[in-house]
Nanobody, 125 residues
């Protein structure tokens, strides 16, 4: 499956952005989807993940209550709604996917097989 992330940009602290992850090539509904981010000088970190059906979602503590992950399998697209953005949310955001039948860890980047190209989110103070 090929992934294309979009929706990044420059926003003031307290603002909102919605990232999109468009999938192609395979049946999107067969994949777990995740979002990761990498800030300058830091390692890539887990942000959120959503199951194939969208029933189960998980978040990093740093974004819980502010970010919402969702998906529209009919449109082959996943989303990350980011509210109450903080300067520390500044990073390149990546969407990722792995076959939905896989179990086990879902919060490490090595748990995912497919990656989008990343979209930059900059939050100014």
């Amino acid at each position: 499956v090929q992934l294309q992330a979009s929706g990044g940009g420059l926003v003031q602290a307290g603002g909102s952005l919605r990232l999109s992850c468009a999938a192609s090539g395979r049946t999107f509904s067969g994949y777990r989807m995740g979002w990761f981010r990498q800030a300058p000088g830091k390692e890539r970190e887990f942000v959120s993940t959503i199951s194939r059906s969208g029933t189960n979602t998980y978040y990093a503590d740093s974004v819980k209550g502010r970010f919402t992950i969702s998906r529209d399998n009919a449109k082959n697209t996943g989303y990350l709604q980011m509210n109450s953005l903080k300067p520390e949310d500044t990073a390149v955001y990546y969407c990722a996917a792995r076959p939905g039948y896989l179990t086990g860890s879902y919060y490490r980047d090595l748990d995912y097989h497919y990656w989008g190209q990343g979209t930059l989110v900059t939050v100014s103070s």
